[in-house]
T-cell receptor, first 111, second 114 residues
C-alpha cells in the first residue's frame, strides 16, 4: 500500500481557502486518491476522490498533478464547522479494498 | 439508501472482561466490512476486514477477534480485555462503484477499559 504524508496540523480563518497537500511518492498505477473528514467522536466521512487532474464537487476540489505523487485538497471559504481532521488515502481499484489511514491533518478554523 | 449501525455507543468494561461489539449494514449486499480502532488523538488503525461470510483477515495480532456470521453482520470480540484496548471502535463498509471504492463508517463505539 502506498504510504501518505500530510502535515499534522493547519490553522486558518473563516472565509479563507484552505489547501491541504498529501504526498504519496510510491503511488501505483491503479491506485486512486480519496480524502475523508472526521469530526471528534464520529467516523470519517467521504469528501472527494480522484485519479488524475482535477475533481470538484459541492464540498471541495482535488488537484492531482500529472506524476500523481501528491494531491491537494482545496476547501473554499472555510467556516468554523470545517474544523476537523482530514485524511488522505491511496488505494487500488481492483480486488479487495483495504484502506489504511494515517494520522491525518488537524485543521482548526478560527473566527 | 445504505445504513450502518453499531452498538453500543459507549461501553465501560473492567480489565479481563469479555467484549462483543456488533455492526450491521442495511441496504446493500455482499459488502466489504472493516473494524478500525482509534486511540485518543491518533489515526485509525485497521484491525480486521472481511470480503464475505466467514472470510476475515486480521491486520494486527492482538487479543481481539472478529466474526461475520451473516452477510451484513460483523462482530468484534475479546475474551479478556486489556487496558490498551480502550479506544473508539469504528465499523465500516465499502462498495465498488465503477473503478472506485467508497467506504462508509458507522457512528462508533467508545470503549473504556478500567
Amino acid at each position: 500500500l502506498a504510504k501518505t504524508t500530510q502535515p499534522i496540523s493547519m490553522d486558518s480563518y473563516e472565509g479563507q481557502e484552505v489547501n491541504i497537500t498529501c504526498s504519496h511518492n510510491n503511488i501505483a498505477t491503479n491506485d486512486y486518491i480519496t480524502w475523508y473528514q472526521q469530526f471528534p467522536s464520529q467516523g470519517p466521512r467521504f469528501i472527494i476522490q480522484g485519479y488524475k487532474t482535477k475533481v470538484t464537487n459541492e464540498v471541495a476540489s482535488l488537484f492531482i498533478p500529472a506524476d500523481r505523487k501528491s494531491s491537494t485538497l482545496s476547501l473554499p471559504r472555510v467556516s468554523l464547522s470545517d474544523t476537523a481532521v482530514y485524511y488522505c488515502l491511496v488505494g487500488a481499484s481492483g480486488g479487495s479494498y483495504i484502506p489504511t489511514f494515517g494520522r491525518g491533518t488537524s485543521l482548526i478554523v478560527h473566527p | 439508501s445504505q445504513t450502518i449501525h453499531q452498538w453500543p455507543a459507549t461501553l465501560v468494561q473492567p480489565v479481563g472482561s469479555p467484549l462483543s461489539l456488533e455492526c450491521t449494514v442495511e441496504g446493500t449486499s455482499n459488502p466489504n466490512l472493516y473494524w478500525y480502532r482509534q486511540a485518543a488523538g491518533r489515526g485509525l488503525q485497521l484491525l480486521f476486514y472481511s470480503i464475505g461470510i466467514d472470510q476475515i483477515s486480521s491486520e494486527v495480532p492482538q487479543n481481539l477477534s472478529a466474526s461475520r456470521p451473516q452477510d451484513r453482520q460483523f462482530i468484534l470480540s475479546s475474551k479478556k480485555l486489556l487496558l490498551s484496548d480502550s479506544g473508539f471502535y469504528l465499523c465500516a463498509w465499502s462498495v465498488q462503484l465503477g473503478v472506485y471504492y467508497e467506504q462508509y463508517f458507522g457512528p462508533g463505539t467508545r470503549l473504556t477499559v478500567t
